[in-house]
């Protein structure tokens, strides 16, 4: 049970990551931070897969 328990969490960890980004991404000050943040997205997902 634990490592469903465990795969639960880090599941709700990713997902939680992935609201804040796009909330960062959202609410960027500047057209360039949000290209950033938009690169910087990609390329953790990309790593992640």
Do not use: G, P, S
Not at 17 to 26: C, E, L, S, V
């Amino acid at each position: 049970m634990t490592n469903i328990a465990a795969k639960l969490r880090a599941r709700r960890a990713q997902a939680r990551t992935r609201r804040a980004i796009n909330h960062a991404i959202d609410t960027a000050a500047t057209v360039t931070m949000r290209q950033e943040l938009i690169a910087i997205a990609q390329a953790r997902q990309a790593h992640t897969r």
